[in-house]
């Protein structure tokens, strides 16, 4: 398998497999694949994906703005998976924390997050995240 296939999200499968149906419109099963594929789509700019997949009544008034100027700023380089709780696919709310680097202005660094994610209707929504560090 070709490295440049490979999913950015870090699953080890290729993007048509992992996060590309997500971002075509298929609800991610659990948490943790809704927060991969909002890391990939991070990666690749999809911010209308991005603002879909934020609980409605977690989307701030500028959230398509920030969420495209963060898409600019940084070039993602990794993720990694630290914890999940709950989050399955019979489950209504679930956690994820996660480290994902990046690089800013030739500087790297690392996000470090504690994201909450809620079931909206049959779909699974980011609500909110607390930045570590």
């Known amino acids: ?13 290729t ?20 927060m991969r594929s909002r890391y990939s789509a991070f990666v690749f700019g999809l911010v209308d994906y991005l603002f879909a997949t934020t609980h409605p009544n977690h989307r701030a008034k500028n959230l398509k703005a920030d969420i495209a100027s963060t898409c600019k700023g940084l070039a993602w380089t990794g993720l990694d998976v630290r914890d999940v709780w709950q989050g399955g696919e019979k489950d209504k709310v679930g956690k994820v924390t996660f480290h994902a680097s ?7 660094g690392v996000h470090v997050e504690h994201s909450r994610f809620k079931r909206f209707g049959k779909a699974w929504m980011y609500v ?5 560090g």
């Open 128 to 132: 909110d995240g607390e930045v570590k």
């Open 102 to 108: 990046f690089v800013q202005e030739g500087k790297n």
């Open 15 to 34: 993007y048509a497999v992992c996060c590309e149906p997500y971002h075509k419109q298929h609800n991610a099963p659990t948490a943790e694949a809704l």
């Open 1 to 13: 398998m070709k490295e440049e296939n490979l999913c950015p999200c870090g699953s080890g499968k």
